[in-house]
């Protein structure tokens, strides 16, 4: 039996960087969401800070850079699915 991982979303703010990386272990990387009840690999219950990605390549195994940035690329298609859908219903009002 397969258990779906839940995520709580976080607003992206302009003066907040969009990862949120689990400080227990420093091998989890989430894009603007953090994972619950806990980390999905240390099982860390509130123990997510933000990060840039600047950042996170600054100091960031290989691993969680690589993490963060197909994190980042799989939320991008669904923001632009979104705003090409809400485009196509404001045209036809």
Do not use: G, L, N, T
């Given at each position: 039996m397969s258990i779906t991982q839940s995520f709580w979303s976080v607003p992206h703010r302009d003066?907040?960087?969009?990862?949120?990386?689990c400080m227990s272990c420093l091998?989890?990387?989430?894009?603007?969401k953090v994972p619950m009840?806990?980390?999905p690999s240390c099982h860390g219950v509130s123990t997510y800070?933000?990060?840039s990605l600047e950042a996170i390549r600054d100091w960031g195994t290989e691993d969680l850079i690589s993490k963060a940035v197909a994190g980042e690329q799989a939320a991008v298609p669904a923001a632009t699915t979104e705003a090409a859908s809400t485009s196509s219903i404001e045209s036809t009002l």
């Open positions: 003066s907040e960087p969009p990862f949120w990386v091998s989890e990387v989430f894009y603007r009840p806990d980390c800070e933000a990060f």
